[in-house]
């Protein structure tokens, strides 16, 4: 048996997400599809990060095993004849048998997009989040700072979350605003389920001066999800890279 790693990109609008699912469409389904179209082997495909329904990617992390003797390279090319127009894998390589696209992360970087303007986007109307309020980037740029660090990060889960260990280390958290568009990007060595998403309505309520300055230090205090914002659309969110101990 072989391990081939894949880089995948991938528009989520019309999946429930990565995650395959009984009664829905998923990106993981598309690819297994795929995979077993080419090589005639039903595989399952592990993802590193299971986006909700909405989310976007562009370094999805995942891997696969096979028999097949096709080229590792080739995978890619082969694959894309197959996938529909809205999933692309950009790489394709054979990986040790002991890597895993999931547990063998060492962190991931996410960026949300925000279209802060009276009127919406209308190319970016599936990738960014609209607001129709200005907002005070500089304001949001102090609050990310808190951010930074190792923190347990217990408020920042949405509920039904059951992660047991909750202690996170956010190495990045930058704002970039270029006229009405405001990119938020996070890196750091994992995230809660939602976690990005709530940072990314904390930081515009903080922008719009309806959450005082220190949201993200009382949350991480009170371990209080009510310290925080609201959640911000899935569509605004995209999964960047996912870190392996190679590229440290």
Same mark, same amino acid.
């Given at each position: 048996?072989?391990?081939?790693?894949?880089?995948?990109?991938?528009?989520?609008?019309?999946?429930a997400g990565w995650q395959r699912q009984s009664n829905a469409m998923t990106v993981q389904e598309k690819l297994e599809i795929a995979i077993?179209?080419?090589?005639?082997?039903?595989?399952?495909?592990?993802?590193?990060?299971?986006?909700?329904?909405?989310?976007?990617?562009?370094? *999805?992390?995942?891997?696969?095993?096979?028999?097949?003797?096709?080229?590792?390279?080739?995978?890619?090319?082969?694959?894309?004849?197959?996938?529909?127009?809205?999933?692309?894998?950009?790489?394709?390589?054979?990986?040790?048998?002991?890597?895993?696209?999931?547990?063998?992360?060492?962190?991931?970087?996410?960026?949300?997009?925000?279209?802060?303007?009276?009127?919406?986007?209308?190319?970016?109307?599936?990738?960014?989040?609209?607001?129709?309020?200005?907002?005070?980037?500089?304001?949001?740029?102090?609050?990310? *700072?808190?951010?930074?660090?190792?923190?347990?990060?217990?408020?920042?889960?949405?509920?039904?979350?059951?992660?047991?260990?909750?202690?996170?280390?956010?190495?990045?958290?930058?704002?970039? *605003?270029?006229?009405?568009?405001?990119? #938020?990007?996070?890196?750091?060595?994992?995230?809660?389920?939602?976690?990005?998403?709530?940072?990314?309505?904390? #930081?515009?309520?903080?922008?719009?001066?309806?959450?005082?300055?220190?949201?993200?230090?009382?949350?991480?205090?009170?371990?209080?999800? #009510?310290?925080?914002?609201?959640?911000?659309?899935?569509?605004?969110?995209?999964?960047?890279?996912?870190?392996?101990?190679? *590229?440290?």
């Amino acid at each position: 048996m072989r391990r081939i790693h894949l880089i995948v990109e991938y528009d989520g609008t019309n999946y429930a997400g990565w995650q395959r699912q009984s009664n829905a469409m998923t990106v993981q389904e598309k690819l297994e599809i795929a995979i077993q179209r080419l090589t005639g082997e039903a595989v399952n495909v592990s993802g590193a990060s299971r986006t909700d329904a909405g989310v976007h990617a562009l370094g *999805q992390s995942a891997h696969f095993d096979t028999e097949s003797r096709i080229p590792a390279d080739k995978f890619s090319f082969a694959l894309n004849t197959m996938l529909p127009p809205d999933i692309r894998v950009t790489k394709s390589e054979e990986v040790s048998p002991e890597f895993h696209s999931r547990f063998s992360g060492k962190g991931k970087r996410y960026r949300y997009l925000i279209h802060a303007a009276p009127h919406a986007s209308a190319l970016g109307r599936l990738t960014h989040a609209h607001v129709i309020y200005p907002l005070d980037v500089a304001r949001m740029r102090a609050e990310a *700072q808190d951010l930074i660090g190792t923190h347990d990060f217990a408020a920042f889960a949405a509920s039904g979350s059951v992660v047991r260990d909750t202690v996170r280390t956010i190495w990045r958290a930058e704002l970039r *605003q270029d006229g009405p568009e405001i990119e #938020l990007t996070v890196e750091g060595s994992g995230f809660l389920y939602n976690m990005v998403r709530i940072i990314a309505g904390t #930081l515009i309520g903080v922008g719009s001066g309806k959450l005082e300055p220190g949201a993200f230090k009382r949350a991480i205090e009170s371990g209080n999800r #009510l310290d925080l914002g609201i959640t911000a659309p899935a569509h605004g969110l995209t999964l960047m890279e996912v870190f392996y101990e190679e *590229q440290s």
